[in-house]
């Protein structure tokens, strides 16, 4: 199973809503990773969980919160959102040794009104 | 801080036609990735590069990784429409390994 399982694949959210994001994996990698992507632009690194620990954090405002509750799985809750904050989240995984292949999710696209 | 930089940003062929895309750095780069994403899709690893002077093929697509590390090239010879996407590559941060940088990625466009 070389697959990144995403869920939800869309969301509408109000600025007031309080939603989480989904990513599983199930190919023993212990370093997983949520991106950001704007239209035209590279995936932005926003947090990297290595060993089911947060090794980096991008300077993501509060309202962005990752959890990775075991080594298969990641989420990321989101909370009082703006419309700039909508984009394609992507959820990667690999072995942290920067010498990996890194896997993506198919993503979540998410729209903030 | 680190950079990395793409050319070009955008590329219309006819199909058949060859395409290169170049990717420099602005430090040493340990190993370098090239993704692919297709349109309304997700970035899908190519390859990853780590050798000095390094040449692997796939195919139709030729990626080379410079002497000085710092820069890499991905040639595709006699493009297809499936070849259609943007490519990025890819690089470990100096100070963090688990930290990968992507640069700004180069739109391929094929004209049947």
């Known amino acids: 199973d070389t697959e990144v399982t995403q869920t939800p694949k869309h969301l509408v959210m109000g600025m007031t809503n309080k939603k989480s994001l989904k990513c599983e994996q199930h190919m023993g990698h212990r370093a997983m990773y949520w991106y950001k992507q704007k239209a035209k632009k590279p995936p932005e690194l926003m947090f990297v969980y290595s060993y089911e620990k947060l090794s980096i954090n991008e300077s993501v405002p509060s309202r962005f919160s990752p959890e990775c509750p075991n080594s298969s799985l990641l989420n990321l809750h989101l909370h009082a959102l703006q419309p700039e904050d909508s984009a394609l989240y992507l959820c990667?995984?690999?072995?942290?040794?920067?010498?990996?292949?890194?896997?993506f999710g198919q993503g979540t696209r998410l729209t903030v009104v | 801080g680190q950079q990395v930089m793409q050319i070009p940003q955008y590329q219309h062929v006819q199909e058949g036609e060859d395409f290169t895309t170049y990717c420099n750095s602005s430090t040493t780069l340990s190993n370098i990735q090239w993704y692919k994403q297709r349109p309304g899709g997700h970035p899908v690893f190519l390859i990853q590069l780590v050798k000095s002077g390094e040449v692997k093929k796939q195919k139709r697509l030729t990626f080379q990784f410079g002497e000085a590390k710092k820069n890499s090239s991905l040639h595709i010879t006699a493009t297809q429409t499936t070849d259609v996407g943007t490519y990025f590559c890819?690089?470990?941060?100096?100070?963090?390994?688990?930290?990968?940088?992507f640069g700004p990625g180069t739109s391929l466009s094929v004209i049947p």
């Open positions: 890819a690089g470990p941060k100096k100070t963090s390994y688990d930290k990968v940088i």
């Open positions: 990667a995984s690999s072995q942290p040794t920067g010498m990996e292949e890194a896997f």
